[in-house]
């Protein structure tokens, strides 16, 4: 179901008798492996303090939909205003003077 190095989001961050090593919903994570028992996930970011593996039941996380993202930001940019630019001024370039010039006129 998930695959290494996918990123997962947590449904399900309710604690049992255990702790949950600072899973929390709605927060998106790393997959770096499984446990071999249960097929539970380790995460990059948390560590689950009951098991020995460091990995939380697979059945608590969701994959990330990317084209669900991808949509609502296409919707977003199209319905942002156009950022107004500064007015820029020109500067009249100034001339660089020889030092001999420069002593001469004084």
Known sequence: ????GEIVV????????YKLGGLE?????????????DDG???KEV???????????????????YNFAASVLEEMQSQQQ???QPEVKEIPEL???LQD????GS
Do not use: H
Not at 1 to 4: A, N
Not at 101 to 104: D, I, M, P, Q, T
């Open 1 to 4: 179901m998930f695959k290494i």
């Open 10 to 17: 947590c449904m399900n961050a309710r604690r049992r008798w």
């Open 25 to 37: 919903k709605n927060e998106m994570y790393t997959v770096i492996g499984f446990n071999p028992y």
């Open 41 to 43: 996930l380790i995460l």
């Open 47 to 65: 560590k689950s303090p009951g098991s020995g593996y460091n990995a939380f039941a697979a059945s608590r996380f969701r994959k990330v939909d």
């Open 82 to 84: 156009p950022i107004p």
């Open 95 to 97: 001339q660089p003077q």
């Open 101 to 104: 010039e420069a002593l001469a």
